[in-house]
Protein backbone atom coordinates (compact mmCIF):
# COMPACT_ATOMS: atom_id res chain seq x y z
CA UNK A 1 0.00 0.00 0.00
CA UNK A 2 1.54 3.06 -1.02
CA UNK A 3 1.45 6.40 1.11
CA UNK A 4 1.60 9.50 -0.68
CA UNK A 5 2.17 13.14 0.60
CA UNK A 6 2.15 16.73 -1.34
CA UNK A 7 4.08 19.01 0.37
CA UNK A 8 6.19 22.16 -0.75
CA UNK A 9 9.82 23.23 -0.17
CA UNK A 10 10.02 25.46 2.43
CA UNK A 11 12.23 28.36 2.62
CA UNK A 12 13.87 26.39 6.32
CA UNK A 13 14.71 23.59 3.98
CA UNK A 14 16.62 25.30 0.87
CA UNK A 15 19.98 26.33 -0.12
CA UNK A 16 20.45 28.48 -2.75
CA UNK A 17 16.87 28.67 -3.73
CA UNK A 18 16.86 24.41 -3.92
CA UNK A 19 15.70 21.48 -1.26
CA UNK A 20 18.56 20.29 1.07
CA UNK A 21 19.60 17.40 0.96
CA UNK A 22 19.12 16.72 4.90
CA UNK A 23 15.69 18.21 3.85
CA UNK A 24 14.59 15.63 1.72
CA UNK A 25 15.80 13.03 3.92
CA UNK A 26 14.00 14.50 6.72
CA UNK A 27 10.74 14.62 4.77
CA UNK A 28 11.13 10.82 3.38
CA UNK A 29 11.35 10.07 6.89
CA UNK A 30 8.61 11.77 7.62
CA UNK A 31 6.46 10.34 4.84
CA UNK A 32 8.00 6.49 5.97
CA UNK A 33 6.71 7.60 9.82
CA UNK A 34 3.18 8.27 8.78
CA UNK A 35 3.03 5.03 6.58
CA UNK A 36 4.40 3.11 9.02
CA UNK A 37 1.56 4.41 11.12
CA UNK A 38 -0.88 2.92 8.79
CA UNK A 39 0.42 -0.29 9.72
CA UNK A 40 0.37 0.27 13.38
CA UNK A 41 4.05 -0.06 13.53
CA UNK A 42 4.78 3.79 14.28
CA UNK A 43 7.92 5.08 16.32
CA UNK A 44 5.74 5.62 19.47
CA UNK A 45 4.21 2.34 19.54
CA UNK A 46 7.71 0.91 18.98
CA UNK A 47 9.37 3.25 22.11
CA UNK A 48 6.49 2.46 24.39
CA UNK A 49 7.44 -1.19 24.22
CA UNK A 50 11.28 -0.19 24.15
CA UNK A 51 12.09 -0.50 20.30
CA UNK A 52 13.03 1.93 17.59
CA UNK A 53 13.67 1.71 14.13
CA UNK A 54 16.72 2.27 12.98
CA UNK A 55 17.97 3.52 9.13
CA UNK A 56 20.74 0.94 7.92
CA UNK A 57 21.28 1.94 4.49
CA UNK A 58 19.69 4.73 1.82
CA UNK A 59 20.36 4.79 -1.61
CA UNK A 60 19.00 7.93 -3.08
CA UNK A 61 19.08 8.87 -6.97
CA UNK A 62 18.13 12.28 -7.80
CA UNK A 63 17.18 14.01 -11.05
CA UNK A 64 16.54 17.16 -10.26
CA UNK A 65 16.41 19.31 -6.55
CA UNK A 66 12.52 20.98 -6.42
CA UNK A 67 13.17 24.66 -5.74
CA UNK A 68 12.09 26.60 -2.51
CA UNK A 69 8.30 27.23 -2.97
CA UNK A 70 7.48 24.52 -5.46
CA UNK A 71 5.25 21.70 -4.71
CA UNK A 72 6.30 18.43 -5.10
CA UNK A 73 4.57 14.35 -4.56
CA UNK A 74 6.29 12.25 -1.85
CA UNK A 75 4.95 8.46 -2.11
CA UNK A 76 6.54 5.49 -0.26
CA UNK A 77 5.81 1.64 0.08
CA UNK A 78 6.99 -0.96 1.78
CA UNK A 79 8.42 -3.21 -0.27
CA UNK A 80 9.67 -6.58 1.42
CA UNK A 81 11.11 -7.78 5.14
CA UNK A 82 13.44 -10.34 5.92
CA UNK A 83 13.67 -11.39 9.60
CA UNK A 84 15.76 -8.61 10.56
CA UNK A 85 15.35 -6.12 7.83
CA UNK A 86 12.28 -4.17 6.13
CA UNK A 87 12.61 -2.45 2.61
CA UNK A 88 11.35 0.71 1.91
CA UNK A 89 10.95 2.79 -1.32
CA UNK A 90 10.72 6.28 -1.93
CA UNK A 91 9.55 8.57 -5.13
CA UNK A 92 9.65 12.04 -5.66
CA UNK A 93 7.39 14.01 -8.34
CA UNK A 94 6.82 17.88 -9.86
CA UNK A 95 3.60 18.44 -9.93
CA UNK A 96 3.55 17.41 -13.64
CA UNK A 97 4.58 14.31 -12.75
CA UNK A 98 8.29 14.62 -13.29
CA UNK A 99 10.76 12.49 -11.29
CA UNK A 100 12.86 14.22 -9.15
CA UNK A 101 13.73 11.47 -6.43
CA UNK A 102 13.98 7.50 -6.20
CA UNK A 103 15.67 6.02 -3.23
CA UNK A 104 15.21 2.79 -1.50
CA UNK A 105 15.71 2.16 2.10
CA UNK A 106 16.53 -0.42 4.69
CA UNK A 107 15.38 -0.38 8.18
CA UNK A 108 15.82 -2.45 11.16
CA UNK A 109 13.98 -2.91 14.53
CA UNK A 110 16.14 -2.43 17.80
CA UNK A 111 15.50 -2.88 21.45
Known amino acids: MKYTGTLSVTPEESIN ?3 ALYAMCNRMEQVA ?3 AA ?3 VHSE ?3 SEGYA ?3 VRLCIEITRMPKEGE ?3 LQTWPVEFSR ?3 RRDFYMTDKDGNALMRATSEWA ?3
Do not use: D
Open 38 to 40: TFN
Open 45 to 47: RLV
Open 71 to 73: EYT
Open 53 to 55: WAL
Open 84 to 86: VLF
Open 33 to 35: SAS
Open 109 to 111: VLN
Open 17 to 19: GKM
